[in-house]
């Protein structure tokens, strides 16, 4: 008995001191890996470009849902006034430029900005007296198909654009936006994906465009917002809570 209660301290001892040697369990906030980030590239003409974009209220709620997302593309010119505290955003948006020029200039682009989701909105800067539908369709798929040579597992959200009421300069854009459900149809695959986003559904030239008619105010630029927003959520790693 004595040995016993003489042993009994030590083995103690050497009991704490195990327990210390232990690594100590994670706190719940530093054991949670984040989300990867997802990179996203706004493509498309001045309706892009502008600070009234959809880029900023877009970017804005995919930030406060906690969403890991980041826009890539080789200018960052303008900033939207509605948002302040944000910096100026990334994106692949040419004034005046057709989905012909994009075509060309998205090989000088893309391989260094790579991007896993590209949201394209393109289809403006024609006139419907040149019957342009049939080479926005050919360079609409010239994109695409380009994109997958250099990142096979890129997602392309393919707009049909939003309305003008410059006519009938862009009267050709409801059937032009018929021939890009086509081509989404037609190129998706589920590997591959190319998702159509109806942009032109529920925007009104009337009350969500500046005074020419064209370009979306920010009333404007929230609803493109939207749209992409509902479109991108099913593609997005779930935010870190």
Same mark, same amino acid.
């Given at each position: ?5 003489? !042993? ?12 210390? &040697?232990?690594?100590m369990p994670l ?15 706004? &493509? ?17 709620? !995919? ?25 100026? !955003? ?69 707009? +049909? ?5 410059? !006519? ?9 936006? +018929? ?7 037609? &190129? ?45 959520v099913p593609l ?6």
């Amino acid at each position: 008995m004595k040995f016993a209660t003489s !042993l009994f301290p030590l083995l103690l001892s050497a009991a704490i001191s195990a327990l210390t &040697l232990l690594p100590m369990p994670l706190s719940a906030a530093e054991g949670e890996a984040k989300p990867p980030e997802v990179t996203l590239m706004p &493509l498309g003409d001045s309706i892009t470009e502008i600070p009234a974009s959809y880029r900023y209220p877009l970017m804005h709620r !995919l930030r406060e849902e906690g969403y890991r997302v980041r826009y890539v593309g080789s200018k960052t010119s303008y900033k939207n006034p509605e948002f302040p505290e944000m910096e100026k !955003l990334a994106h692949e948006g040419y004034g005046g430029k057709t989905v012909q020029f994009l075509a060309e200039q998205i090989r000088k682009s893309y391989p260094k900005h790579p991007a896993d989701i590209i949201l394209l909105h393109a289809g403006h800067n024609q006139f419907a007296d040149q019957q342009p539908i049939p080479g926005v369709i050919a360079a609409t798929r010239d994109i695409i198909t380009y994109v997958r040579s250099v990142n096979p597992k890129v997602t392309v959200l393919l707009a +049909q654009v939003i309305p003008a009421g410059k !006519l009938p300069k862009y009267s050709y854009i409801p059937e032009l936006n +018929q021939e890009l459900a086509k081509l989404a149809t037609e &190129l998706d695959r589920p590997e591959q994906r190319v998702i159509l986003v109806n942009q032109a559904d529920g925007f009104d030239w009337r009350t969500d465009t500046v005074k020419d008619l064209v370009h979306p105010n920010p009333e404007g630029g929230r609803k493109m917002a939207a749209k992409w927003y509902e479109a991108l959520v099913p593609l997005l790693p779930p935010p870190a809570k």
